[in-house]
């Protein structure tokens, strides 16, 4: 019965449920769970032990058989002697070790398979750290090639990306958005005068003011120069008007290293007041009102609604902002 079962219903088993499990997750293949691949090994040798013991023990079987089905001799016949059936001689010694060096040798080769196991289990640890590894640096990468340099907030291609997506959200939601863009007043004079190291302090205490009054979900960049860009997620225009003016009270008190007063012009667009729903007509909006701060002496905000109409007939060119 031992020999039976371990060459029949086992190794059928357990074929079944590779199979099994082939079927339900077919990246298995040649990536099997380790416990998968020593159940299949445990089965093939079982099957090898079990026709040994069955061939065994049917040659045992065979030779009790033959020596039972001899003739009696004449002789006792003659004389009315009942013959008696002789019971079958025990397994040979020889036959008992060598089934006993089977199962031992059975033993060591699974001892050997379950190492295996256990060294392929490891190994397939340290390969998973690995790839874990190589995702977070390819994130650090990735968000690197999104930042400034100088600032340490979003560069403009960044910028653009996001703009892209709260747009397309606006045209399913119809969920307000707004565009700051900020540029510092008398920059370049600060470069001439005091030199480059001076105007990457300024753009520094530009972008920590930006971080302090400003939301985790708004997207702040700086979109060239000396010029900054604000996404407002979820803002209307008058939030926007109101961060606006909130950073242009606070950057003239912050103290610069070079003793320099600093302050900035704003435009703003919003969605769905000022333009069509798209990245380009949003920045343009926001850019010809940032123009119009400038134009009207500095240090404000201006507002594309409020400027639209005396724009309707100029063309606008926007010279260079110091």
Not at 79 to 94: D, L, Q, T
Not at 183 to 203: M, P, S, V, Y
Not at 292 to 321: F, M, Q
Request: glycine share 8%; hydrophobic share 45%.
């Amino acid at each position: 019965m031992l020999a039976l079962t371990l060459v029949g219903p086992l190794p059928l088993l357990v074929v079944i449920c590779w199979i099994y499990a082939s079927a339900v997750s077919p990246v298995t293949g040649p990536r099997s769970p380790a416990w998968l691949l020593t159940l299949l090994a445990i089965a093939g040798l079982a099957a090898v032990a079990g026709a040994l013991v069955l061939w065994s023990a049917v040659r045992s079987m065979a030779g009790a058989a033959g020596a039972a089905a001899s003739p009696a001799p004449a002789a006792s016949i003659q004389a009315g002697v009942v013959p008696v059936r002789v019971a079958p001689e025990p397994v040979a010694p020889a036959e008992v070790g060598e089934v006993e060096g089977l199962m031992d040798a059975f033993s060591r080769m699974l001892s050997a398979v379950e190492q295996q196991a256990s060294d392929v289990h490891r190994y397939a640890v340290r390969l998973d750290s690995a790839y874990k590894e190589i995702e977070t640096s390819n994130a650090r990468l990735k968000e690197f090639s999104f930042k400034d340099e100088v600032t340490g907030l979003y560069n403009r291609r960044f910028f653009s990306i996001r703009l892209e997506e709260e747009v397309s959200r606006y045209r399913r939601f119809n969920h307000p958005v707004s565009v700051v863009l900020a540029d510092l007043d008398g920059f370049k004079e600060i470069n001439d005068e005091l030199g480059h190291a001076a105007g990457d302090e300024t753009l520094r205490g530009m972008a920590e003011i930006l971080l302090k009054h400003s939301r985790g979900i708004n997207v702040l960049c700086r979109y060239g120069g000396d010029e900054f860009a604000i996404l407002l997620v979820e803002t209307s225009k008058g939030g926007a008007r109101l961060y606006a003016d909130r950073i242009r009270y606070v950057l003239p008190t912050y103290r610069f290293a070079h003793g320099r007063r600093v302050t900035a012009s704003f435009g703003i667009a919003s969605l769905p007041e000022d333009v069509t729903p798209s990245p380009e007509a949003l920045i343009r909006a926001a850019d010809e009102a940032l123009y119009a701060a400038k134009r009207a002496g500095k240090n404000r905000v201006s507002v594309y609604e409020d400027i639209r109409a005396p724009l309707a007939g100029e063309d606008i060119t926007p010279e260079h902002r110091s």
